[in-house]
Nanobody, 126 residues
C-alpha cells in the first residue's frame, strides 16, 4: 500500500487556477503510475489524468477530453509528489479530487487503482 495525501483544493472563480498536490512515501513511490480522479455530487468517480514514468525525466501522460489543454499532471520526484495544475477552471470542474496509485498498467478505470488519498474539494464559482 502507498499512503497518499492530497492538498491544494479550495474555492476559485471560473477562469481561475488551482494546483493540487498528492504526497506519497516509500522508496518505490516513484515507480507507481499515478492518477487523478474526481467525483461530483450524485455522479460517478471519473478519470481526470494519469502519469507514468518511462525513464529519467521522461513521462507518459493521459488526460480526459474534458480537461485536455487546461490541466497538467506532473511528478516532482525530489519531493515525492504528483501535481495537477488546473487552469481555466469551469463550474463543471467542481468536485472532490482524488489521487490514486497503481503498479500498472496505466488505466482510466478507478477500480484499477488500489491506493487512494482522502480527497480534496475543488469548488469553481460562476
Amino acid at each position: 500500500q502507498v499512503p497518499l495525501v492530497e492538498s491544494g483544493g479550495g474555492l476559485v472563480q471560473a477562469g481561475g487556477s488551482l494546483k493540487l498536490s498528492c504526497a506519497g512515501s516509500g522508496r518505490t513511490f516513484s515507480t507507481y503510475i499515478m492518477g487523478w480522479f474526481r467525483q461530483a455530487p450524485g455522479k460517478e468517480r471519473e478519470f481526470v489524468a494519469a502519469i507514468r514514468r518511462l525513464g529519467i525525466n521522461i513521462y507518459y501522460t493521459d488526460y480526459a477530453d474534458s480537461v485536455k489543454g487546461r490541466f497538467t499532471i506532473s511528478r516532482d520526484t525530489a519531493n515525492n509528489t504528483v501535481n495537477l495544475l488546473m487552469n481555466s477552471l469551469k463550474p463543471e470542474d467542481t468536485a472532490v479530487y482524488y489521487c490514486a496509485a497503481t503498479q500498472g498498467p496505466l488505466s482510466r478505470a478507478p477500480d484499477r487503482y488500489p491506493d487512494w488519498g482522502q480527497g480534496t474539494q475543488v469548488t469553481v464559482s460562476s
